[in-house]
């Protein structure tokens, strides 16, 4: 099963369209990290949780000075990216995972370093793929999700919207 290891903006964005549940039904192990849990709201780090306790959705906890370690090496070492960005790049690296996330810089470092690197539409694609949604469903929470995240690339967000939709 393919390890995924999502960044807190991910996890936000799910939120918001209301498809964690959905999400955390993917066959990929997911993860995410200590650090990133504290990067959501109360509302979001809730439902979060909920996953969290049903198994759903792994939290990686750097307890170990060696992981510690290399966390704040990738964060010495790269200019504008967080603990936490670090945290899930670190990870991606050390599990051989798939780091999921909408972040530019750290997509950018984490691809440098060998990481397979995906984001939200990818998620959307699998969901899709997977069955999990109705294409038409999709096409609706992604088209809403182009309003709430405008850094997407717009036009692969509305060639999903026009084959999904029909």
Request: hydrophobic share 40%; proline share 2%; glycine share 4%.
């Given at each position: 099963?393919?390890?995924?290891i999502?960044?807190?903006?991910?996890?936000?964005?799910?939120?918001?369209?209301?498809?964690?549940?959905?999400?955390?039904?993917?066959?990929?192990?997911?993860?995410?990290?200590?650090?990133?849990?504290?990067?959501?709201?109360?509302?979001?780090?809730?439902l979060?949780?909920?996953?969290?306790?049903?198994?759903?959705?792994?939290?990686?906890?750097?307890?170990?000075?060696?992981?510690?370690?290399?966390?704040?090496?990738?964060?010495?070492?790269?200019?504008?990216?967080?603990?936490?960005?670090?945290?899930?790049?670190?990870?991606?690296?050390?599990?051989?995972?798939?780091?999921?996330?909408?972040?530019?810089?750290?997509?950018?470092?984490?691809?440098?370093?060998?990481?397979?690197?995906?984001?939200?539409?990818?998620i959307?694609?699998?969901?899709?793929?997977?069955?999990?949604?109705?294409?038409?469903?999709?096409?609706?929470?992604?088209?809403?999700?182009?309003?709430?995240?405008?850094?997407?690339?717009?036009?692969?967000?509305?060639k999903?919207?026009?084959?999904?939709?029909?």
């Amino acid at each position: 099963m393919r390890v995924v290891i999502n960044d807190a903006n991910i996890l936000i964005d799910l939120a918001h369209l209301e498809m964690l549940t959905v999400f955390s039904e993917l066959n990929f192990e997911l993860y995410t990290t200590d650090f990133i849990l504290e990067e959501l709201n109360p509302t979001q780090r809730a439902l979060v949780d909920s996953l969290v306790i049903d198994e759903k959705i792994i939290v990686l906890e750097t307890n170990e000075t060696e992981d510690f370690i290399g966390i704040t090496n990738l964060l010495e070492n790269t200019n504008g990216l967080s603990f936490e960005d670090c945290s899930v790049w670190y990870y991606s690296k050390k599990m051989n995972g798939t780091l999921l996330t909408g972040d530019a810089k750290l997509r950018k470092h984490a691809q440098n370093d060998s990481v397979e690197v995906r984001g939200i539409i990818f998620i959307f694609d699998e969901i899709v793929r997977q069955n999990l949604l109705l294409p038409s469903e999709a096409a609706i929470k992604i088209d809403q999700l182009k309003h709430i995240n405008s850094r997407l690339p717009k036009n692969e967000i509305e060639k999903r919207i026009r084959i999904w939709g029909d």
